[in-house]
């Protein structure tokens, strides 16, 4: 933070206190929670204990009644703004301090006149219903998902992360549900067709982190290394419950052995649990004590691949990670959340290189981070990684890829930069000093900078603070066969003159031998003195070790030799970089790339770079092609890939390939092929389908099946799981062959209760925007943007950014393009990140307009 800023903030801070001291309230009464009312509500009141009862009936619609008290300290006695998203009507009965008081709310808040309020300790007790929206009801079980500022759509709180807090929770539920919430269980009492559960009192949360769940769930309790754990599941397949559960519990047990050892910080919570969700909206959800992952990434069987495996490793030990990243220490504000998404991120990464090696490690980063944040970086709607937050109701707007990938880079780069040693010992002196607190970004700066001698504060301006990544060009000059100077050179993508300091090889490639150079980047200009006098090389490798960040030159000796460049590493980060080329449009035409990746398929042995390359195949086949050139190469594609599952050896590399035949095939003869696989449930040699398989197989054979036909009925009938049934049966009006019936499915997602299982719909909607469904879908195109700010207003976080991505993400029609940029001009004052996230989604839509035309 700079001088003008803090200056500005204690100005803002010393007159907040002012008008407080004055017993007027200087705050603006607005919808949302505002940067204002939370550092008015953080200077005036203190240590917050929260007691909560919700009673749950059976039936899913039935209102949710539930009772509150609130302790708390008040500093200066102002007039207090309690957040609760929710109609007046929601609200019974409201006293303070032992005292019924008349309800005023207003603009999504209660609000507490200063008269009601005295110095010290006060108590408010509250009577109202329980908002529906973030409890996540479904027939049979339910799950509180907070995160940004939901709590105060269900329940009055104070609703910003700053404002830690105690949570006394009961919940009164049928008696056949099983239930799990931050604290441990205390005690339950039965009484007729419900029971009562009483929790502990919770450690010290922010709102966003306090949640439960409750539903018909199998419940398993294990013990590891003195550590008692609990997992509830609705997983009925007897063969992943064998498969998945032991690997689930001891994955937990390693990452917090691992976060242990390298924080110096024994688990900071009471309790150890997690909840496995169908279709949960993330990955998975942090909470201390209840864990929400979503169930089909724990839950694999034999048919899983080596990727799935380490994914779910990873996720888990993201989420482990969080305790101490972001639940221990929490970011004060949320423009700060950046901060606990990177460090789990980075740690999950820690945990992953530790369990599988530094090779495997090495890998799955590049591989897992680089893609997804070029992917926004060099869109024109690039954000940088700290963003500008005025009001918590934007907050979902600021997660993405720049934070979940660009951020984890940037880390490892500061890493690299202070050296491992110093920067743990400043990690362990930050989480030390802040735990069961919250800290900003410049606070740990503040602290990392007293391990190093790097100026940490240029370096924070050009990675943090900024969006977009370098282009990087080299020099090469020659004394006969002699190397006389060789030199790289970077600026911005966008043409501005920026230097991202960072670390990277490059490798001179000879046809016996080959020689690596470390390039340290902190100028404009990096000139390789150690290069000066060798050999002139058959070709050269830029960002070997994929740990450089930026668009990288592609020898063109490289396309000829790439599946002879013999380090996995190092091939991933050739294809990355040959696409990204081809993307700029500084080499590789698509035709060309296609075909070098289908050239690939039957001789890339790697799993992890198998699957990276048949990603980018598919890309390419579906956006960067037109209609007419897919049509006359399709057959062709399908004979390559199906050949080289064939002569791939190992079951993983197999289905890898199958399910791109999946994805590509558009012949009556391929179709026919798959159809006869489904309908015999006999999967090709060397390849294991399951249940989940055929399930997929079943909805793409009806998308690409242009007669009428019984396929998903039957599939239906085949599932036995409820919840699966259930998204099958929500997915099929979107795959139906009849027009009308495909518009009445997204007619009906402009009404919310039809967009509850965000997954579902995203899932749906890449089935209904689907290529070869675009003729008549395309209309759809300009209502879902005006959908947008809706979907943001009401949807969970990663929600908007989903929710465009499933739609634009293989158009690369003029007409698609028009619609997008006649959208945009005709909202000039739009939401800033939601435009950005317009942008970012349909970038390969713009740049197919230049690559294909």
Request: aromatic content about 12%; charged content about 25%.
């Amino acid at each position: 933070m700079n001088t003008i800023t803090k200056y500005f903030c204690f100005l803002q801070l010393l007159s907040a206190t002012c008008f407080a001291q004055q017993g007027t309230n200087p705050v603006t009464i607005e919808p949302g929670v505002s940067l204002t009312l939370a550092n008015s509500r953080s200077a005036a009141i203190s240590n917050i204990q929260y007691r909560l009862h919700f009673t749950v009936p059976e039936v899913q619609t039935a209102a949710i009644l539930a009772s509150e008290s609130i302790d708390f300290k008040v500093n200066n006695v102002i007039e207090l703004q309690i957040d609760f998203k929710q109609n007046a009507d929601h609200i019974k009965q409201v006293s303070v301090n032992g005292k019924a008081i008349p309800i005023d709310f207003r603009a999504e808040h209660i609000l507490v006149r200063p008269e009601y309020l005295k110095k010290g300790y006060n108590h408010v007790e509250i009577e109202f219903i329980a908002g529906n929206e973030s409890l996540n009801r479904n027939k049979d079980f339910l799950y509180a998902l907070f995160v940004p500022d939901h709590a105060r759509t269900v329940f009055p709180c104070f609703d910003q992360p700053d404002l830690k807090a105690n949570f006394l929770l009961s919940l009164t539920v049928p008696t056949d549900w099983k239930v799990m919430a931050n604290a441990v269980k205390k005690d339950s009492l039965v009484q007729g067709t419900s029971i009562t559960y009483h929790f502990n009192n919770s450690d010290k949360l922010p709102t966003y982190l306090f949640s439960f769940t409750a539903g018909k769930y199998t419940l398993i309790n294990r013990e590891m290394k003195n550590n008692k754990m609990e997992f509830l599941h609705r997983e009925t397949d007897s063969a992943k419950i064998k498969f998945s559960v032991d690997s689930v519990f001891l994955a937990h047990r390693d990452a917090i052995d691992f976060l242990e050892d390298w924080t110096a910080i024994k688990y900071p919570f009471q309790k150890i649990g997690f909840v496995s969700i169908p279709d949960f909206q993330f990955g998975g959800m942090e909470h201390p004590g209840e864990v929400q992952y979503k169930a089909s990434s724990l839950f694999l069987d034999q048919g899983a691949t080596k990727d799935q495996f380490i994914s779910r490793s990873n996720l888990i030990s993201h989420e482990t990670a969080h305790m101490w990243f972001g639940d221990l220490v929490t970011m004060k504000w949320f423009n700060d959340v950046w901060m606990k998404e990177v460090f789990a991120n980075f740690m999950a990464d820690k945990v992953t290189e530790k369990l599988m090696g530094k090779n495997t490690f090495d890998l799955k980063f590049l591989q897992d981070h680089y893609p997804a944040a070029y992917g926004v970086d060099r869109t024109l709607g690039a954000n940088p990684i700290r963003q500008q937050l005025d009001n918590l109701q934007e907050a979902g707007s600021m997660y993405g890829n720049i934070i979940y990938h660009k951020a984890p880079i940037m880390m490892r780069q500061l890493e690299l930069l202070m050296g491992k040693q110093n920067f743990q010992q400043g990690i362990r002196e930050y989480l030390k000093k802040y735990s069961y607190g919250n800290a900003t970004w410049n606070d740990l700066i503040a602290i990392l900078s007293k391990y190093t001698k790097s100026d940490l504060l240029s370096w924070n301006k050009v990675w943090v603070n900024e969006p977009g990544r370098p282009v990087f060009s080299y020099n090469i000059d020659y004394d006969k066969d002699k190397i006389s100077s060789l030199s790289i050179s970077q600026n911005s993508e966008m043409g501005e003159a920026r230097v991202w300091p960072q670390s990277f090889t490059v490798k001179l490639v000879y046809p016996t031998y080959s020689k690596l150079l470390v390039v340290n980047t902190s100028t404009a200009k990096t000139d390789l003195m150690e290069a000066k006098g060798l050999p002139k090389p058959q070709y050269i490798l830029f960002n070997a070790n994929g740990a450089g960040y930026g668009l990288f030159p592609v020898d063109k000796e490289v396309m000829a030799n790439l599946y002879h460049i013999t380090e996995p590493l190092e091939r991933a980060a050739a294809y990355i970089n040959t696409y990204e080329n081809m993307l700029s449009g500084k080499s590789n035409k698509t035709e060309e790339l296609l075909t070098v990746f289908l050239k690939g398929l039957a001789v890339e042995k790697n799993e992890m770079n198998l699957r990276l390359i048949v990603g980018y195949l598919a890309n390419i086949y579906w956006t960067f092609l037109t209609t007419e050139e897919r049509h006359t190469m399709h057959e062709s594609v399908e004979k390559t890939i199906w050949s080289a599952m064939e002569q791939q050896q190992t079951q993983n590399n197999k289905k890898i390939l199958f399910n791109t035949y999946q994805n590509v095939y558009l012949s009556a003869g391929a179709g026919k092929r798959m159809y006869d696989i489904w309908l015999k449930q006999i999967a090709p040699d060397g390849i294991k389908l399951l249940e989940d398989d055929y399930s997929a197989l079943a909805l793409t054979l009806a998308l690409k099946t242009d007669t009428v036909n019984t396929i998903l009925k039957e599939q239906l009938a085949r599932t036995k799981n409820e919840d699966r049934k259930n998204r099958l049966i929500y997915l099929m009006p979107a795959l139906s062959l009849d027009v009308k019936e495909r518009d009445h499915f997204f007619d009906g997602l402009k009404e919310r209760k039809n967009r509850q299982k965000e997954a579902w719909v995203t899932t749906a909607l890449s089935y209904l925007h689907h290529p070869i469904r675009q003729k008549t879908s395309v209309r759809y195109l300009k209502e879902s943007l005006d959908l947008l700010a809706e979907i943001q207003k009401t949807g969970d976080i990663f929600f908007p950014q989903s929710w465009l991505a499933a739609i634009f993400s293989n158009y690369n029609s003029k007409e698609a393009n028009a619609v997008v940029q006649d959208f945009l001009k005709s909202h000039p004052g739009y939401n800033q990140k939601l435009k950005n996230k317009i942008l970012q989604t349909t970038d390969n839509l713009a740049r197919a307009q230049k690559i294909m035309h």
